[in-house]
């Protein structure tokens, strides 16, 4: 709940060094048009083409979409169970590539999945058995024939293996999964039909650091044969508790990999961010203000089961009656869905230069537009008191002191399944500010509300 009341905001200061409590907007260093990098999601279409209106997926700025026919059943279960079941995870797929089309979003292919690794286990072949490539070549080029012949190459992006370093999507051993990695690239670059098609990689689940053998033997061995992917992708969806698993750090541990393996930078692509619990507005707010501030493209980890995972856009969407009725159309917005709405919809203009607090639990994202400033605020599902300082208040024309009025909003809700049709008006406060810096309080009282303030320039 957002309040204001200067005693107590003085108590509660004292309490935490400012930088850990303080996040910061600069009103005077524009980081370039806001593209909403964090308006992406993994699964969460229908496979029925246009069961979800299109305003569900404009509203919230879809940027990118990730699948591969998961979790169907048989007659559909993947290459390895035959042609046949093959070809019913690759229909998936299509289809939720052209729903992602239809609306601009990128797509990314999950080869593990039309494989089929959710039917597979140790018992059953994978990839280069007893160092035959014979039938993942097949499959390999089987697939490239049916995108190019299915016109699904633009917009596409390769993503080779998903989470080999899991027990879920991998049955074998970290070199025969690099030499898999590395076969690949090499089969997609020798068809120029492919130029376009991007490939990421590693995907690994856990997070870049120089004591994981995953990412390093990784690294070296794609230095070595020269097949640098064109987006680095990983996984965020550690324990918030976790404080390393947070881009503030990965984002510097991951340099310091590329920097000892002598390998370029690429694009960012968290291609699975959140866990289950952070699905909630707080941590929306957090996630994108994170994602924002290293331009790293992100997709909404999903964490629903058969059919819902093929529906509701990662527990963006809910519906009135019964959420797991996969082929209802009553859908409705989830609490999270009015937090991506307002960043896509709302936050206008120029992106701005942003720090997010030292305790790294609360963050900002933050746009100016010709009316006003605007400033989307999360904790890391957590309560506590935190404070926002916007310096350079003169570099959108405002006094270098005084006095302005800011509005609040607040997202509530708590659960994945409510539904929550827009943003509350918390009112509007006054706040004097003097030497061009405003400072504002932000008194947290549950883990869930996420909070956009504004102010006219
Ligand atoms: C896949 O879609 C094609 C074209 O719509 C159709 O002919 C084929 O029967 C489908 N295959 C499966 C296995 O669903
Ligand atoms: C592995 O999967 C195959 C095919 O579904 C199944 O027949 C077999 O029982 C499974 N083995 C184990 C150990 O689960
Ligand atoms: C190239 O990749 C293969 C695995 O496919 C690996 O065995 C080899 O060590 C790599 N070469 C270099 C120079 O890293
Ligand atoms: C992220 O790391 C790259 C180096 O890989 C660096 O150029 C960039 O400035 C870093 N981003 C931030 C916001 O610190
Ligand atoms: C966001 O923008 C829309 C369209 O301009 C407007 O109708 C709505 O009131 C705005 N919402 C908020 C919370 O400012
Ligand atoms: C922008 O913010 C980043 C970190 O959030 C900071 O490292 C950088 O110095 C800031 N840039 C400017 C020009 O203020």
Same mark, same amino acid.
């Given at each position: 709940m957002f309040t204001t009341g200067l005693l107590s905001f003085l108590a509660a200061a004292s309490l935490a060094r400012a930088d850990d409590i303080t996040a910061t907007v600069n009103l005077a260093v524009s980081r370039g048009s806001p593209y909403h990098w964090a308006s992406g999601f993994i699964y969460g279409i229908p496979d029925t083409p246009d069961q979800v209106p299109d305003h569900w997926y404009t509203d919230m700025g879809f940027r990118y979409a990730r699948a591969g026919g998961a979790q169907l059943d048989a007659p559909d279960r993947g290459w390895i169970w035959g042609l046949d079941e093959y070809y019913g995870r690759l229909n998936s797929t299509l289809s939720n590539y052209e729903t992602s089309r239809k609306y601009g979003a990128a797509f990314i292919l999950l080869p593990h999945d039309i494989w089929g690794t959710d039917h597979a286990n140790s018992s059953t072949v994978w990839p %280069?058995? +007893?160092?035959?490539w014979t039938n993942y070549d097949l499959f390999v080029h089987t697939l490239m024939s049916d995108l190019k012949s299915n016109n699904a190459l633009e917009g596409l992006v390769w993503?080779?293996?998903? *989470?080999? +370093? %899991?027990?879920s999507f991998w049955a074998r051993s970290q070199q025969q999964w690099i030499d898999l990695y590395i076969r690949t690239n090499n089969i997609l670059r *020798? +068809?120029? +039909?492919?130029?376009n098609v991007l490939i990421s990689g590693p995907t690994l689940a856990n997070m870049p650091q120089d004591t994981d053998t995953w990412w390093t033997n990784w690294l070296s061995q794609i230095a070595g044969n020269d097949t640098v992917p064109d987006q680095y992708a990983y996984h965020l969806e550690g324990s918030p508790d976790d404080w390393i698993d947070d881009l503030q750090n990965t984002n510097i541990t991951l340099a310091a990999l590329l920097k000892t393996y002598g390998l370029p930078e690429r694009q960012i692509n968290i291609n699975e961010y959140a866990t289950l619990a952070e699905q909630i507005p707080a941590g929306a707010a957090w996630w994108i203000s994170r994602l924002e501030r290293y331009d790293a493209y992100g997709l909404r980890g999903n964490w629903q089961s058969d059919c819902v995972l093929h529906d509701l856009f990662a527990n963006l969407l809910t519906k009135t009656s019964d959420p797991t009725a996969c082929a209802d159309t009553d859908y409705v917005g989830a609490p999270e869905y009015q937090v991506y709405k307002y960043y896509n919809l709302n936050m206008t203009g120029e992106r701005l230069n942003t720090t997010g607090t030292g305790d790294r639990l609360m963050d900002v994202y933050a746009t100016v537009d010709s009316d006003k400033v605007r400033i989307l605020c999360g904790a890391r599902i957590t309560e506590g008191t935190w404070q926002i300082t916007v310096d350079n208040m003169d570099a959108v024309g405002l006094p270098s002191e005084g006095t302005v009025d800011i509005q609040t909003w607040g997202f509530a809700g708590t659960s994945v399944w409510e539904e929550v049709d827009a943003p509350s008006d918390r009112g509007i406060v006054s706040h004097t500010y003097t030497g061009n810096s405003l400072t504002f309080p932000i008194y947290q009282t549950d883990t869930s509300t996420a909070w956009a303030f504004e102010f006219a320039r």
């Open positions: %280069g058995d +007893d160092d035959d993503d080779i293996w998903n *989470e080999p +370093d %899991g027990t *020798e +068809d120029s +039909d492919f130029d």
